[in-house]
């Protein structure tokens, strides 16, 4: 055998045994756990492929802020939309019982809020008042689909707003993806085939600062380290489920490469504190694996 066929021999062996130890890992986080865990990891760079339950279609919850940011931006682009155009805040578009970091900044409304400001707010700090001021913008869900559906984004559906899933807990199971679906417009995204070089890199620069989640995905991450992503979360029904405990991410390694991931926590009848955790770990392993 030439030396190049049993270099590529043992890398491969090398490569498969690094994966099994890291499938291990994963196995031994999620074991026992009653909830349904979705993941997918994508080396952006490398073409490093991980997968668990990542045909599922689970709730995004929050997630979804990614895609309509994006679709917003989409349209930006084609004129419809200026990131300097002012939206008025008044009590018809600032709802009180939700999560909304931008109806806490003006309790009394504003006149005039550029666009860019709301679109940062319900990425970086998950505003749910944001979310559905930018969806009212765009002319509704239906918008965001067909523009995913037009980049070739598979297994993605957002047929609810904000204020609709809060109505009705059900509802948040309409707007699904699996982790495959999510990594995969993650690296269309990184790749400039979702956006323009411009808004991607103004979206990427809002991912980078978003402030939510901080137990999951970044929690045992070194220090600093550049993570471009958007959390989502349901919290728990009167019966102690758990709809969705979500993050996905762009996550770059000390050498410059990168590697997109998604967890979903589905279904889960564990406490916050243990589905967070799990996300958590996945996350270091995944790190871990990259950095060996």
Known sequence: MKKTGLLFLLFSAFTFAQQSALENKIDLITKDKKA????????????????????KKLPMQSVFKFHI?????????KGKLSLDQKIVLNNLNLHKN???PLRDKYPNGNAGVPLSEILEFTVAKSDNNGCDIMLKLLGGTKTVQK???SKGIKDFQI??????????????????STTKSA??????????????????????KVMLSTSTGLNKLVEQLPKKTPVARKTGSSGKNDAGLTGAENEIAIVTLPNGKHY??????????????????????????VWDHFNK
């Open 98 to 100: 939700t999560w909304s």
């Open 147 to 149: 523009f995913m559906d």
């Open 159 to 176: 047929k609810y707003n904000e204020a609709e899933m809060h109505k009705n807990w059900n509802v948040q199971y309409e707007n699904y």
């Open 183 to 204: 990594v995969d417009v993650l690296k269309k995204f990184y790749d400039g085939k979702l956006l323009s070089k411009k808004s991607t890199d103004y979206l990427m």
């Open 260 to 285: 997109a991931i998604a967890v979903f926590v589905s279904n889960s009848t564990e406490s916050d504190v243990i589905n967070c955790k799990m996300v958590s770990d996945i996350s270091k392993s």
């Open 36 to 55: 349904t865990v979705g993941i997918s990891v994508l080396g952006i760079d490398s073409g490093f492929k991980y997968n668990k339950n990542s045909d």
């Open 69 to 77: 940011a994006a679709a917003v931006l989409d349209f930006v682009e």
